[in-house]
């Protein structure tokens, strides 16, 4: 869009043009009517001259009649009338202009018979201020038209514009909304103009497009793909827009359940079975939210969900926790679960901020797993979390931990690992589960990360290999071989090395049929650490494994320094290995080296038959998974 004073200065240049070629062709006009009356007067005079009679007229008196004679019929600007050298008559006009003495020619013409020479210049005086006038006049409309033309080209444009913008707006407006219809559309007829159709028609096009991606994009960014649920950015936005700004919801709960049995059920089950429980959970969660139309689900991350039921008491929300118990229950009784989630409440209006309540409802879930499967508890007490002292989840937690530890309540499973020829020698991984003092099973993943948190994990480990070799001495289990997992902070510590070895010592029958499982990462903590465990192992006769193989970046040269019985790949490898050729070629190359240092490969999580061909075709040693066997009480 050009400004006003473009757009002048731009008809000023288109005037000019006009004027200076209407000029030209008017002095070209103008120079050959000169030229033509020049030419006439010449006739004339010599015409006139032929009329005189011959007598003894004097020449001056002949001459004075003759210049009245061409006065009387043209204008001159100089009139001379010679008689041989003598000049009878000379007339010299006065008001004389520039263009007309440049225009006029001066001639000279014989009088005939007469004897008398005739030399004039005509006169265009007239016809040159007619034609200035003329000029000035043109300019003077030329300007007149150049402003009202400039003014009214400048509201033509805002006019076109504005009606171009509100037909964009109408078009673009219908990429948000079909139903779209602007006022101004039935008011104000918009332009019919083929390639303005056509241009918005293509920015239709591409921002259509854009704003598919761009829907794509914020769907992925605030909707879980697995359940299709808003996830905790979504969680985030919805408290900081509807709860913390004005809004009708003045206060509420927020509830937080919690898978417990995702990574037990990962690793045993295989990943797609985790997968259908995360997704069997959020349908139970929705199912208990029907009644409750104003209630909010989010899925928060892995294992936790978020439930914000707005403007409703403590009280009610309890009562829509135990529903939830319910539900799970039956849920777990169905698919023989140890449990299947725990809700923690905290009610919350406009004055809490969200991190204090996540933490609180954090705490809640903590107290729950404590008690019995699939409980909820409300945390009612908002001081807790100023309190320097402990943590009240944590306290909790602590107390139970030490009650387990203190009754030795722990029941072992045993998962079967198959091996794929007659002649490798596989042993049965034992996989331990806790129970609080109502006999009730508490979530194992939770149990061993508070444990862990608490410093408690290296007397848990104890525990378990108690256990494990009271189980298999007294119910003379000792014809197979049971694998054990051990933490990474127990192998670092050296109270416990002295303990485990002096056990296994005191243990002769027991302990060549122990396989003691550390993971990749762990051992990789302290590599001498872990070469003296592996050594003082195979010193009392039992096997090591490193599990989860290929996350960490261990080079052969440590297998070959450490010497391990067997490596376990990670799940992330053998699942869905009858797919991936990438990874077909990457385990057949671990089983050959492998091989070649005399470690036996296991490959975990094997939940198909495709996948245990796979890895037979594979060489690999044994596999363990859902579909090789399910794990059994010991």
Known sequence: MYKFSKLFIKNILFALVFIIALAAMAFAL?????????????????????????????AQEMATKLATILHASNDYQTLLIKSDSQT?????????????????????????????????????????????NFFVGVIALSLLFVLISARLNYKLQFAILRVISQQISNELAQINDVDFITKEKSNE?????????????????????????????EIEAHVDSLTGIENRNRFVQFYENQIVQDSPIKFGVILITRCSELQTINQVHGYNSGDNYIIKVAEIIKAALATRPTGKLFRLNSSDFATILPNEQLKVAENYASDLTLKFNDYQQMNELDSVAFT?????????????????ADTGVSVAQTQKTNSWYSQK?????????????????????????????????????????????????????????NDDMLPTATFIA?????????????????????????????????????????????????????????????????????????MQQNIKTAKRLVDMLHRVGSRVTVERFGVGLTSFKFFRDLTPDYIKMDSSYTRDIDDDKNNQYFLRLMVDLAHRLGISVLAESVESQEEKHTLEKLFIDGCQGYYVGKPAQL
């Open 344 to 360: 923690g409440l905290v009610y919350f209006d406009k004055s809490k901020p969200l991190g204090e309540l996540l933490a609180l």
């Open 381 to 437: 007490d908002i001081d807790i979390l100023t309190d320097n002292s402990a943590n009240f989840g944590s306290q909790n937690w602590r107390h139970e931990i030490d009650s387990v530890l203190d009754s030795g309540r722990v029941t072992l499973l045993l998962q079967p690992i198959l091996p794929s020829g007659r002649n490798n020698k596989i042993y049965s991984e034992v996989l331990a589960r806790f129970l609080n003092a």
């Open 30 to 58: 103008l120079s050959a009517y000169v030229n033509q009356q020049t030419l006439a007067q010449q006739k004339t005079i010599q015409t006139i001259s032929q009329q005189f009679v011959e007598d003894e007229t004097p």
């Open 88 to 132: 009878l008559v000379n007339y010299q006009n006065n008001e004389t202009h520039i263009v007309d003495s440049f225009l006029a020619q001066r001639k000279t013409v014989s009088a005939g018979k007469l004897n008398l020479q005739v030399q004039y210049q005509l006169n265009f005086i007239d016809i040159i201020a007619f034609l200035t």
């Open 450 to 522: 508070m444990a862990e948190k608490l410093d408690k994990i290296i007397e848990v480990d104890r525990l378990i290999i108690e256990t494990v070799i009271k189980e298999i001495t007294s119910k003379n289990m000792l014809e197979s071989s049971y694998g054990i997992n051990i933490s990474p902070r127990s192998i670092n510590d050296e109270h416990f090395m002295i303990w485990l070895e002096r056990k296994l010592l005191r243990e002769p029958t027991a302990s060549p049929r122990l396989v003691f499982e550390i993971s990749e990462l762990g």
């Open 189 to 217: 007829q918009l332009l019919d103009i083929p390639a303005l159709e056509e241009g918005i028609a293509e920015i239709k096009s591409m921002m259509t497009k854009q704003f598919k991606n761009t829907t794509n994009l």
